[in-house]
């Protein structure tokens, strides 16, 4: 009968694995985060500018890190998103009618007789909807097809730059 100690190869592990983990400092977590997100906001700025309008959506995508969801420089979370300001300032506060479509409902021009003031939004909606029948615009997603196309890249990147940061930490 043969007997293995497996007791070295144990502790090995776990140094190994200590110092691994030692080695991953918050630098190094911001570095692999941007990565990855960086791939995604590049991939979404190249589907919006596919229907492009006035280049302001193009403009207006770009990546965050969120400071509150920091547990103590092991999480790290960037979130790609879009500058949304508002119709005075800059920004595209519109990004979400785009990802995924809206309702069309022209201005209201409807003066009522009686009153001599606009009739109300619910009456307004009612009859736009009789007059032009399903009044969609149609969706022109640019960010949830950027998730979908290149989640498998991103990690890979990530997993790269991760090592490339081991080994310059380890030296």
């Known amino acids: 009968m043969m007997r293995f100690d497996t007791s070295s190869l144990i502790e090995a592990v776990k140094q190994t694995a200590e110092q691994v983990v030692k080695s991953i400092d918050e630098p190094t977590l911001r570095t692999v985060g941007f990565a990855g997100a960086d791939l995604f ?17 193009f403009e207006c995508i770009l990546v965050k890190r969120l400071e509150a969801d920091l547990v103590g420089g092991t999480v790290q979370v960037d979130l790609v998103t879009v500058r949304n300001g508002n ?14 479509g809206h309702k069309f409902v022209p ?9 001599g003031r606009t009739i109300g939004w619910a009456a307004h909606r009612r009859a ?35 090592a490339q940061q081991l080994a310059r930490n380890s030296t």
């Open 41 to 57: 906001r590049d991939q979404a700025n190249q589907n919006a500018l596919s229907n492009k309008k006035t280049g302001m959506l």
């Open 87 to 100: 119709a005075s300032r800059d920004g595209a506060y519109y990004w979400r009618w785009v990802e995924k």
């Open 107 to 115: 201005k209201n021009t409807n003066v009522s007789a009686r009153t």
């Open 128 to 162: 736009a909807e009789l007059e032009y029948g399903n009044a969609r615009v149609r969706a022109y997603p640019f960010m949830r097809p950027a998730y979908e196309a290149r989640k498998r890249d991103a990690v890979d990147l990530m997993t790269r730059t991760l």
